[in-house]
C-alpha cells in the first residue's frame, strides 16, 4: 500500500483513505515544492489511485477490470482522469454499476471479450485504449493480456505509430492552432508527444502492458530512448509541461474557452501566478519569462519527438519502402503509395498507414483519395486501418467518397473511431457527417 494512503488510513481507521485529499495534498507538492518533480507525483499518484482500485475492485471478484490511459501507464497526475473497463464473458452479462468516490473525472467502459478480441485485432487508434492498460483487481484479466500479445506484431505497431503521428501532425493539432502553438491535450492525463516515446520504446523492446513495471512508464522508456538512439531526453521540459497541463485545470475559471485553456497568453500567466513559488525556484522569474519558457518546452519536446519518429521509422526492415516514396516529386507520390499498398505482403499494416498519410500531405487530388479508398477498403481491415484513417481525415477527400467510406465503415468497421473522424473532416457536407455521427453511435461497442 502507498505510503499516502496508509497515512490517510492510519488518521482514520475506519476509511480506506480520502482520495480527495490525497489527491490535494499531491497537488500541492506538484505545484508549490521546488523539489517535487512530476514524475515524482506520478509515481505517488499512480500508487494511491491503484490502491482505491484495488479496494474497490473486492466489491466485485467476478468482474475482470482493465484500467486504462494515464493510470496504466502509471502516469497518473492530480487532475487525470481514470479510465477503467469492465470486460465480462459474454455481451449478455448484466453490467455493473461501478463508482470511485471523490474522483471528478471518472470514466467506466463496458466490453465482452469477443468484442474487445475484434477492437484489438481490427483497430489501431481505438486498440490504444487497452494497450495503453493492465489488469488490476481481484480477477486476472488474462484473456485480455493474451490477446494484446497476439496482435501487437511488429507490423501492426510501426502502422500504429505511424497513424497516430501523422494523425496528430497533420490533422489534429492544426483544427487546435491558437497563439502559443496547438493545444497540448493529447488524451486523458498525457500529451500528444510524450505518448510517442512509451508507444516506440514498447515496438522496440516488445514489453507489453501485463509486464509494466512500478515506475511510470513514461520515465522508464525516456531512460531507454536515450540508451537505444543516442537522443537526449526532454525531462525539464516534459516537467514544465505537465505541471502547467495540471495546474491550468486549477485555474480553469480565470483561462476562459477550453481550446485556448493550456496554451493561451492569459491562461499562462493564470498559470504562472497560481504556482509563482516553484517556477521562481527555477530562474523563471515572471509570467513573460514563463512563456517564453513554456514555449522553448515544447519546441524541445516536438523536435525529440520528431527526431525519435525518424529514427524508429529508419532503422525498421520496411525503411527502404519509406524511403523510395519519400524521395519521390509530390506529383508522383499518390499513384506510387497506390502500388506499394497493392504489392506488399511482409509489413501491409504498416506501408497501408504510411502510404495513406504520405499521399494525404502531398497535395492529392479527389480522384487519387477515391481511388485509395476503393483500394483500402478492398483488402483486409485491420491491414487497412492506418490508411483508412488517412482518407477519412484528408481535405482533398471528397464528400461523395466520405460518405461511401462511412457505409462501409457501418458494415465494417470494428469500433467506431474511423466514422468518427469522417464527422470531423471539414469537407464533409452536413448529411455526410449527420450519418456517420448516426452510424457512430450505434456502432460504439465500449458502452
Not at 331 to 347: G, K, R
Not at 414 to 428: C, D, E, F, H, Q
Request: charged fraction near 25%; charge should be negative; proline fraction near 4%.
Amino acid at each position: 500500500m502507498s505510503e499516502l494512503v496508509q497515512k490517510h488510513i492510519d488518521s482514520d481507521p475506519s476509511s480506506n483513505g480520502n482520495f480527495s485529499e490525497i489527491r490535494r495534498e499531491i497537488a500541492h507538492k506538484l505545484f508549490y515544492e521546488p523539489s517535487y518533480r512530476v514524475f515524482d507525483a506520478m509515481e505517488e499518484m499512480s500508487a494511491a489511485t491503484e490502491d482505491f482500485i484495488h479496494t474497490l475492485a473486492k466489491e466485485y471478484p467476478d468482474t475482470a477490470l482493465w484500467v486504462g490511459g494515464s493510470l496504466g501507464r502509471r502516469e497518473m497526475l492530480p487532475n487525470s482522469d481514470i479510465d477503467l473497463f469492465a470486460i465480462y464473458d459474454d455481451a449478455d452479462q448484466e453490467s455493473d454499476d461501478i463508482y470511485i468516490e471523490g474522483v471528478d473525472k471518472f470514466e467506466l467502459g463496458h466490453i465482452d471479450i469477443k468484442s474487445l478480441d475484434q477492437l484489438l485485432t481490427y483497430s489501431l487508434v481505438d486498440a490504444n485504449r487497452f494497450i495503453d492498460g493492465r489488469s488490476v483487481g481481484v480477477r486476472p484479466a488474462t484473456e485480455v493480456e493474451s490477446i494484446m500479445g497476439e496482435v501487437n506484431t511488429s507490423d501492426r505497431q510501426l502502422a500504429n505509430n505511424i497513424s497516430e503521428y501523422f494523425y496528430y501532425r497533420y490533422f489534429d493539432f492544426p483544427q487546435k492552432t491558437t497563439e502559443n502553438g496547438p493545444n497540448l491535450k493529447y488524451s486523458t492525463g498525457s500529451t500528444r508527444d510524450t505518448i510517442f516515446f512509451n508507444m516506440i520504446s514498447r515496438m522496440n523492446s516488445d514489453v507489453f502492458p501485463a509486464r509494466r513495471g512500478q515506475q511510470p512508464e513514461l520515465l522508464e522508456v525516456l531512460h531507454a530512448t536515450e540508451e537505444h538512439y543516442g537522443i537526449k531526453a526532454p525531462y525539464e521540459a516534459i516537467d514544465l509541461l505537465f505541471i502547467a497541463k495540471n495546474a491550468a485545470i486549477s485555474v480553469y475559471d480565470k483561462t476562459g474557452d477550453i481550446r485556448s485553456r493550456y496554451v493561451s497568453s492569459v491562461s499562462l500567466a493564470a498559470i504562472y501566478d497560481f504556482c509563482q513559488e516553484k517556477f521562481k525556484a527555477r530562474g523563471i522569474l515572471n509570467a513573460d519569462e514563463f512563456i517564453t519558457a513554456y514555449k522553448a518546452a515544447r519546441i524541445e519536446l516536438e523536435l525529440a519527438v520528431d527526431t525519435l519518429f525518424t529514427a524508429a521509422l529508419s532503422e525498421h526492415p520496411i525503411a527502404p519502402t519509406f524511403d523510395a516514396l519519400l524521395s519521390l516529386p509530390k506529383q508522383e507520390i499518390a499513384a506510387a503509395s497506390i502500388l506499394a499498398v497493392e504489392n506488399e505482403s511482409e509489413y501491409p499494416h504498416a506501408v497501408a498507414s504510411f502510404a495513406g498519410w504520405l499521399t494525404m500531405i502531398s497535395n492529392p487530388s479527389g480522384k487519387d483519395m477515391d481511388t485509395l479508398a476503393s483500394l483500402l477498403i478492398s483488402k483486409p481491415l485491420d491491414e487497412s486501418w492506418g490508411g483508412i484513417m488517412a482518407v477519412a481525415c484528408a481535405p482533398a477527400t471528397e464528400d461523395a467518397t466520405l460518405s461511401r467510406l462511412a457505409d462501409w465503415l457501418y458494415e465494417n468497421e470494428k469500433g467506431a473511431y474511423l466514422l468518427k473522424l469522417i464527422t470531423r473532416n471539414p469537407v464533409s457536407s452536413p448529411g455526410t457527417k449527420a450519418k456517420a455521427l448516426t452510424y457512430y453511435k450505434k456502432k460504439e461497442i465500449i458502452t
